[in-house]
């Protein structure tokens, strides 16, 4: 008879992305039962666990060494211990740690999720933006290049896209989409959820740009940034449709800067503008 103990589990345990009441009894339950526990920042999830009282045998997982924990990993689940990956708020392998983890194991090994709060989750159940569908895009490129980069390629994204920033970066990037997604675009600014310094920004582009430079307090913190898909910003305006329809027509004959020049002569509409839209025109039709 063979005494070989069954595989463990491995369980993605997400944590409070700022409040603590938000931590969930299964989530408790679990970080108790299990042999150990793979965290992002041991430090910082030290502290969580012992606020819940909860002792366990703590691991670094983090960015720099994921790769090389995966057969460390392995081993603990063939010897039959069940392991927990938290990361250092919300839902790992969101904009965290775990993806090579979950990518590499997931055919061989159990893994269950135990679910609980995320920044994306939570900020678009306030946006009132449709949600119905949306892109996370993450974390911008921190160089200017490549924000711009990023963000052109979403000129005339149609879904609500979802943007995580920092306190380091979120006047550039504000400052960015102003001049590539226009003033009067729709967005969402969710600031510290579920923190004691909660605040929403609802309105436009234009009108973010002043409440995030009137005080300073408003640039700390942790962001969720959420913008209005540009078919949605465009049905209030029934005219936009024509002017994709010729700017498309103008782009298959004349070169970028010519097309927008006399969409702009047509149309009255801002010389720049159109050409943005022209470039991401051509961009789709290459
Ligand atoms: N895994 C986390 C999740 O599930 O949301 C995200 C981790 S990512 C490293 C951290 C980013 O998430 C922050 O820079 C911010 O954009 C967003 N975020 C996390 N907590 C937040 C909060 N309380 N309020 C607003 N945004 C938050």
Same mark, same amino acid.
């Given at each position: 008879?063979?005494?070989?103990?069954? @595989?463990?589990? =491995?369980?993605?345990?997400?944590?409070?992305? $700022?409040? =603590?009441?938000?931590?969930?009894?299964?989530? /408790?339950?679990?970080?108790? +039962?299990?042999?150990?526990?793979?965290? !992002?920042?041991?430090r910082n999830t030290r502290k969580l666990l012992t606020h819940f009282g909860i002792q366990a045998d703590l691991q670094a997982?983090? #960015?720099?060494? !994921? @790769?090389?924990?995966? $057969?460390? /990993? +392995?081993?603990?689940?063939?010897?039959g211990e069940n392991i927990a990956l938290v990361s250092d708020a919300g839902t790992p392998l969101i904009s965290d740690p775990g993806y090579h983890v979950v990518n590499q194991l997931g055919d061989a090994y159990k893994i269950e999720p135990i679910p609980g709060a995320s920044a994306i989750i939570a900020g678009l159940s306030v946006a009132g933006l449709?949600?119905?569908? %949306?892109? %996370?895009?993450? %974390? =911008?490129?921190?160089? &200017?290049?490549?924000?711009?980069?990023?963000?052109?390629?979403?000129?005339?994204?149609?879904?609500t896209q979802v943007?995580?920033?920092?306190?380091?970066?979120?006047?550039?990037?504000? !400052?960015?989409?102003?001049e590539i997604f226009g003033s009067d675009r729709k967005v969402v600014l969710a600031r510290e959820l579920t923190k004691m310094f909660e605040q929403i920004y609802?309105? #436009? =582009?234009?009108g973010l740009q002043v409440w995030i430079k009137v005080d300073r307090m408003h640039?700390?913190?942790? %962001?969720?940034?959420?913008?209005?898909?540009?078919?949605q910003e465009q049905s209030t305006d029934e005219q936009s449709v024509a002017v994709e329809s010729l700017l498309k027509i103008l782009?298959?004959?004349?070169?970028?800067?010519?097309?927008?020049?006399?969409?702009?002569?047509?149309?009255?509409?801002?010389?720049?503008?159109?050409?943005?839209?022209?470039? &991401?025109?051509?961009?789709? &039709?290459?």
């Open positions: 008879m063979s005494t070989k103990k069954p @595989q463990g589990t =491995l369980y993605i345990v997400a944590t409070p992305i $700022g409040n =603590l009441g938000d931590m969930t009894a299964r989530a /408790i339950e679990t970080l108790k +039962k299990v042999d150990k526990i793979c965290a !992002e920042d041991t997982l983090h #960015d720099h060494n !994921e @790769q090389n924990k995966i $057969g460390l /990993i +392995k081993s603990w689940l063939d010897s449709p949600t119905d569908r %949306f892109t %996370f895009e993450g %974390f =911008l490129p921190a160089k &200017s290049v490549g924000r711009n980069k990023a963000l052109e390629a979403n000129l005339t994204e149609r879904r943007y995580y920033e920092s306190s380091h970066r979120i006047v550039k990037t504000i !400052e960015a989409m102003l609802r309105g #436009d =582009l234009a640039q700390k913190g942790e %962001f969720v940034l959420m913008l209005a898909g540009y078919e782009v298959d004959e004349l070169p970028v800067k010519q097309a927008a020049g006399l969409a702009a002569k047509i149309t009255g509409k801002k010389k720049n503008e159109l050409y943005k839209l022209a470039m &991401s025109l051509k961009k789709q &039709s290459l």
